[in-house]
């Protein structure tokens, strides 16, 4: 039998303060001293002793096998969704941002091995936001200062995908409530809303009219932007390219998710995700950015292991 049940409470990190993640006790460190304070996660909630986990076909692990063990089969019973799309040329990117290059630089016919070359922003396909992406004097919180693991927490889907929503429209928080309301979710203390706007499954293509997917998108109110900053989330995803920032015919509309109630908070903003339309309304977020010195944000291939 496999026990699935209480795997996200076993790695939700400790009770920290609303919207700091261990990020108080590093409020008046040097940046350099908040790499050494890493909060890791810890198991609270003691695992059920007398299950047998069967990670795979034929490897059954007893309850005295070690808690990776046991934790490692528990994750591979549940069903894993990959949240981001291939890197390949010609995928949409914010106009102003670099293209995505990759070159086969190296051919195994003529050098000896394969090897391609990349050329990447930090904020091409399925990436993370840092606070400094959009406010300079916060060059302490780029992407390299965060914990390894501030990405791996419980997520709830918030889907809209059957709203159709246009290029402008906004995500309210009457929306967020009234969704709430009828799936019996709230986001909680420390974890990830994941917001599925139904935009990547509509328009993501990488042909030459691949642009129209970040020229054009819908955002959420501002309502709705404080409502989940004062939930306590540590990060947001979306299926768009700028999540809380509508964007109509290229030009981006207000948004104070980056400049004012996300970024400036420590709230990483996580955009461009793919096949939340999989996604239980429940699961477990699972990615780590890139660690590049004074990284404005970074490419991320996050999973998603679902309750059901
Ligand atoms: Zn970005």
Redesign the pocket.
């Known amino acids: 039998m496999v026990q699935r049940q209480g795997l996200i409470n076993a790695v939700t990190p400790p009770a920290c303060q609303p919207r700091d993640f261990g990020r108080h006790q590093l409020s008046n460190t040097s940046p350099a001293m908040r790499r050494d304070i890493l909060p890791s996660f810890q198991v609270e909630q003691k695992m059920e002793e007398t299950v047998t986990l069967q990670a795979q076909p034929g490897a059954a692990y007893s309850a005295q096998a070690g808690l990776a063990t046991r934790l490692s089969a528990m994750l591979r019973s549940m069903r894993v969704v990959d949240l981001s799309p291939t890197l390949e040329r010609g995928i949409p990117n914010w106009p102003m941002h670099p293209p995505l290059v990759i070159d086969k630089a190296r051919l195994s016919g003529r050098d000896g091995y394969y090897c391609q070359f990349l050329m990447i922003s930090e904020?091409t396909g399925t990436?993370v936001?840092a606070p400094v992406?959009f406010h300079e004097h916060l060059l302490h919180m780029s992407i390299d200062t965060f914990p390894a693991d501030i990405l791996i927490a419980p997520a709830v889907l918030y889907d809209f995908s059957d709203k159709h929503m246009q290029p402008g429209d906004l995500v309210t928080l009457n929306m967020v409530k009234a969704y709430e309301a009828e799936n019996g979710v709230q986001i909680g203390e420390g974890e990830i809303p994941l917001i599925n706007f139904g935009w990547m499954q509509r328009f993501w293509r990488t042909d030459d009219a691949s642009t129209w997917f970040v020229k054009n998108a819908p955002g959420i109110h501002e309502d709705a932007i404080i409502y989940f900053k004062d939930r306590g989330i540590r990060a947001i995803g979306c299926d768009t390219v700028a999540c809380d920032m509508a964007v109509i015919d290229g030009v981006g509309q207000e948004t104070t998710g980056h400049t004012t109630h996300w970024l400036p908070n420590g709230i990483l903003i996580i955009?461009m995700l793919t096949n939340l339309h999989k996604l239980s309304l429940r699961s477990l977020f699972v990615a780590t950015p890139l660690k590049i010195k004074e990284g404005s944000?970074s490419p991320i291939r996050p999973l998603a292991f679902c309750e059901e």
Do not use: K, R, S, T
């Open positions: 904020h990436h936001d992406h955009e944000g």
